[in-house]
């Protein structure tokens, strides 16, 4: 089968640790699934993958992607009870725990010792034609959820939604400034702002991105620089949360925008993870700071109630063959994506 893969590290363009090309196809063991492929977004945890950055360790051949939706092509033997029929469409839940430590057994899968992603060793990730997938993962999809669309909602719209909702406790009415607006994590936190009645500023480094950004339902797009944060308290006062991805790049002017007692909300640091942690504003200022990561399967199936509630629907930047996937990853690489970037087998 047809797989992006990290064939080898240490190259000194990350891009030339990928390989496309042939893979044998998995085999589904007792107690999981053959998932056929039908959309896999990209994240950027495969880029970190590719640079060698990983929580498990990295042994190439790796499979890469996080986020897949299709249909089910096969169990392996003894499948569980209540699992959905083969053929049918469902989405994958990204997050794997073992589902036996203390953390599994108290329900906190998110805190389980083992967590993984798809593609984190010794699982395959999703850029491929098909991936085995443990059977609890597999979440039925409404057949008019499109596999391009489901794709998208795993990792970066469940990020988002935990990061809001759970996290930050935000609701209608709520005041939040997003960081870094062309991101997946970004634009989606973007769109579940705007179907549940939260105020959104945006920030982003790109004219076009911040044009976009107003499209989709922020109230002001602002260029993340000196005078950012006084214009964030100008149009309100200070904000409830911050959604931070960028780090570095943005952490003063998320600590600075923050009314008095609000949030940041932070989940990846693309620009770099060590910004001054300014102690006397926390402190002063009663700022919380809540490290977020990915979601629980409860909070993905929230997820898609709400997105078929509200007719919310990704923000997909470009769809690529999986074939050209070497293509799409430049493109992230690059930070020009607005949105999502799906590949399709
Ligand atoms: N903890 C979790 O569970 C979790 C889940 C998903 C993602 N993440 C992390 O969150 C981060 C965002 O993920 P994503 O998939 O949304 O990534 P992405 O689509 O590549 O978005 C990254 C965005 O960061 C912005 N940015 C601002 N300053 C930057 C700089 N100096 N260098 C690079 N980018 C900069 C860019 O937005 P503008 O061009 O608009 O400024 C860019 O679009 C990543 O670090 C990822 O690993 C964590
Ligand atoms: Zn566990």
Not at 240 to 259: H, K, N, Q, Y
Not at 268 to 281: E, F, I, V, W, Y
């Amino acid at each position: 089968m047809l797989a992006a893969h990290l064939a080898r590290t240490g190259a000194e363009d990350p891009l030339d640790n990928l390989e496309v090309g042939d893979l044998p196809t998995p085999e589904p063991r007792p107690g999981w699934a053959l998932l056929k492929v039908e959309a896999a977004s990209l994240n950027h945890h495969d880029l970190w993958l590719l640079r060698g950055v990983s929580a498990s360790p990295i042994e190439p051949p790796q499979v890469l992607g996080t986020d897949a939706a299709g249909t089910v092509a096969a169990y392996g033997p003894d499948p569980p009870a209540g699992v959905p029929e083969v053929g049918s469409p469902v989405l994958l839940h990204a997050v794997i725990s073992d589902g036996t430590c203390p953390a599994c057994r108290r329900g906190e899968e998110l805190y389980c010792r083992r967590m993984a992603l798809f593609s984190d060793k010794p699982y395959d990730g999703t850029l491929a034609e098909y991936v085995a997938v443990p059977a609890a993962n597999l979440v039925p999809r409404p057949a008019e959820l499109a596999a391009a669309d489901a794709a998208c909602l795993p990792t970066a719209y469940l990020t988002a939604y935990r990061m809001l909702f759970t996290r930050a406790g935000l609701r209608p009415g709520s005041t939040v400034l997003i960081q870094g607006a062309g991101g997946g994590v970004a634009t989606a936190a973007l769109l579940l702002c705007r179907a549940t009645g939260i105020t959104a500023i945006a920030t982003s480094r790109d004219e076009a991105k911040r044009e976009a950004a107003l499209k989709l339902g922020a109230v002001a797009a602002l260029a993340p620089d000196r005078g950012t944060a006084k214009q964030v308290l100008g149009l309100t006062g200070g904000v409830d949360a911050v959604i931070e991805t960028v780090g570095e790049a943005t952490w003063d002017i998320s600590l600075r925008s923050l009314r008095p007692g609000g949030a940041v909300v932070v989940a990846g640091a693309t620009s770099g993870g060590d910004p001054s942690a300014q102690l006397n504003r926390v402190f002063y200022r009663q700022i919380s700071v809540l490290g977020s990561t990915m979601g629980t399967r409860a909070e993905l199936e929230r997820l898609m109630v709400l997105v078929h509630a509200s007719g919310l629907r990704p923000l997909i930047d470009r769809t690529y063959p999986l074939a050209e996937a070497r293509a799409a990853l430049s493109r992230m690489a690059a930070g020009e994506q607005q949105g999502k970037i799906v590949l399709v087998p």
